[in-house]
DNA sequence: CGGCGGTTTGATTTACTTCAAGCAACGTGG
DNA sequence: CCACGTTGCTTGAAGTAAATCAAACCGCCG
């Protein structure tokens, strides 16, 4: 963990970190280089050869902290920025007439965040930090700029992009044609690989969001969500404690959902 | 394997263009030029400035038939093409474990298929065509070479990309959130928008998929489907004859999922 | 002609929602 | 410090939308 070198010293309270250099010399603390990122290999430069990961340093990211239930941005904000997570967790959502959210994705270190914004330059979703967290922010032109000289480096963007439509894909499925242990162990298994991937245990983990917010992610409510935790846990698939999960039966979570997807 | 005159320099290109005008001399027939297609403002030239769309001329887009039920492309198979459809309609879809078919999507004139490719270099859904139809097939390397060159052009691809997101994004907030007549709603005022948009009726069309096929796409079953345009019927917003539809009362379809979607 | 795929419609069942109540953890302000 | 409201979670009972099972119809094709 070589996190913590830069932002402990430094007024974390900037909204944006606009062009670093100005007055200083030396570095601006809160850039970010993704060469020296222990995230490197999940994040943006994931899959980035020879010296483009260095040329990304030169955009220079500006990184900020994002306090809990704090907005990145919202529907129909203009589209400027692509957000790679550092640490914490956020949720993506929709508003819809009712009041009520649909949530459309949680993300976690090293996942962008924001892509929905090329297509019309405008967000299509709202994103708030589930807890306290870091991020930096890619200044989508500037990006797209420096892609236009390096075929590598567009190419990235595209697998990013084509990942996320991938993603949503295997939700449709889940939305569906799965029943409510189907949803709720796929969401488990996800997330425990996504954890696992990140060097954290993939058999216990802490849930950073509410029943509710599972809930609308798959497509149903609160209580059901948390009668299926119930089931899992009288099952001894799983133990359950208010947000702290433990996985005891992997093989058994996953035969639910292998059942359905190949 | 010897023919296609035009492409002997790409031979990846083969594959699907048509070994048409074998030895002769002039241009082969089933070369697409999109400065010259009727689908240009709908398709990938869409939005492209200067002479772009001439420079995609010069990457000569094989063109082929597509018969009805016929696979263009499967899960699993090595991505290298997206394809635009000139004619016809298609669906793509993924296989479940039960044997049952999840439709992700269907696709007309205009529209790009197989972009989830781009993500592992392999196609995470199969497209069947539903009847008849025409594609044109965009290798993909070559694009992304000639987009290298040219940052307008591949903005014009991370939109194509991004707008695949934004429509999934509205897939799953109906398909997490929705009852039966929102859904079927939904998906029949996206039809007439889109038909609307290719110079089609928007009040009176005919569905190229079946009830099985609108199901899978919207989660719900046939029979459902069936139960919901015959009540549809009877509150006088739609005359229905098996695969034929006619929109009596846009406004009252409109209510239905205004209520939700803001 | 018979069989088959697609569709409609009905009867029954069920998985999930809705409504409702209670509890634990937490923060706030008197 | 305790009373209080708030938020998140669980569990139960009742209601319902949609799935399932089933039958029949139509148009089509070999």
Request: proline fraction near 2%; include cysteine; charge should be positive.
């Amino acid at each position: 963990m070589s996190t913590a070198t830069l932002e402990a010293s430094r007024p974390s309270t900037r909204i944006f970190a606009r062009h670093a250099g100005s007055a200083s010399t030396i570095p601006a603390p809160l850039v970010t280089h993704c060469s020296k990122c222990h995230l490197r290999d999940l994040c943006l430069p994931c899959g980035m050869t020879g010296g483009d990961v260095e040329r990304l340093d030169s955009l220079m990211f500006g990184r900020r902290k994002v306090a809990a239930g704090q907005t990145l941005y919202r529907e129909g904000d203009r589209f400027q920025f692509i957000y790679a997570v550092r640490s914490g967790t956020f949720k993506s959502s929709l508003m819809l007439a009712d009041g009520r959210e649909q949530v459309g994705g949680f993300y976690m270190a090293g996942e962008l965040m924001g892509l929905d914004g090329v297509a019309h330059g405008t967000h299509a979703s709202s994103t708030i930090a589930l807890e306290d967290a870091e991020i930096c922010s890619i200044p989508y032109t500037h990006f797209t700029e420096m892609a236009a000289s390096n075929s590598g480096m567009q190419h990235v963007v595209s697998r990013l992009m084509s990942r996320e439509i991938v993603r949503e894909h295997s939700l449709m499925v889940l939305l569906g044609s799965m029943n409510a242990e189907e949803r709720l162990a796929a969401f488990l298994l996800n997330l425990s690989q996504r954890l696992k991937a990140r060097g954290y245990s993939a058999s216990e983990f802490h849930l950073r969001m509410t029943r509710a917010e599972i809930g609308s992610y798959l497509g149903m409510t609160l209580e059901t969500v948390s009668r299926t935790f119930s089931a899992f846990q009288q099952q001894r698939l799983l133990e359950v404690d208010k947000r702290h999960i433990r996985i005891i039966d992997l093989d058994g979570l996953n035969r639910f959902f292998t059942s359905r997807v190949q």
